[in-house]
Structures are given as C-alpha cells and as structure tokens.
C-alpha cells in the first residue's frame, strides 16, 4: 500500500522561507515521478513543481520559477519543495503526489497522478 504524507507547513511572512517534506511509501521501483499541487481559498488545484523521469527533469509553473527549488533525497525517499521569497499568493494548502505512471507530456495534469497526501497548509501573511 502506497502513502504519502507532507509535512513542514506553516505561516511565514512575505520574503521568508519554508521547506516542505514529502514522504513516500510502499512504491514498488525508483520509476516514480512526484509533484507538487496547491490549492488556494477559492482556486482550482494547480501544479507548482515536479521531478520526473527518475528525477533527472525538474519543472516548475511560471509563478515559482527561480524561488522554488524541488530535490529528492533517494536515501531517505523524501521529496521537498524548498520555497524562497515567499509572497502571499503562495498561501495554499500544498499536496504531494507521486506515480509510476505520469506520462511527461501530460505532467501537469492532476489525473495522471494515482497517490496523494493529505496537504500541508502554508500561509503567507505579515
């Protein structure tokens, strides 16, 4: 049984920074891509950064190029989403999902991910 849990959220202020872990178990290879989604008050869920291709292809939405750096501990299996110069439309709660099966041209489609967490809330207030 696959599962995935996040942890590290929290409230910060504008321009600070904060580090999300997520922790995957029960995968059967190292094949797997994970990403990670966000949903603010209001908004869709939308992707914000993901590893793929046994971890050698990072990608990043518009909005967090530059201030969002995702990296993977294969040790330890942990993914984190290292966040720098944090703004307050970063406020969301923040969902790890993982898959052996993310096709990468459809990689930021929520859909074609088969694991998820429960989200961590990260606010972003002064």
């Known amino acids: 049984q696959v599962r995935v849990i996040e942890s590290g959220g929290g409230l910060v202020q504008p321009g600070d920074s904060l580090r999300v872990s997520c922790t995957a178990s029960?995968?059967?290879?190292?094949?797997?891509?994970t990403a990670w989604f966000r949903q603010a008050p209001g908004k869709e869920r939308e992707f914000v950064a993901g590893l793929f291709r046994r971890g050698y292809n990072a990608d990043y939405t518009d909005s967090v190029k530059g201030r969002f750096t995702i990296s993977r501990d294969n040790n330890k299996n942990i993914v984190y989403l290292q966040m720098n110069s944090m703004e307050p439309d970063d406020t969301a709660i923040y969902y790890c999902?993982?898959?052996?099966?993310?096709?990468?041209?459809?990689?930021?489609?929520?859909?074609?991910?088969?694991?998820w967490g429960q989200g961590t809330q990260v606010t972003v207030s002064s």
């Open positions: 029960g995968l059967t290879s190292n094949r797997y891509s």
């Open positions: 999902a993982t898959s052996e099966r993310v096709i990468f041209s459809n990689r930021k489609n929520e859909r074609g991910y088969e694991y």
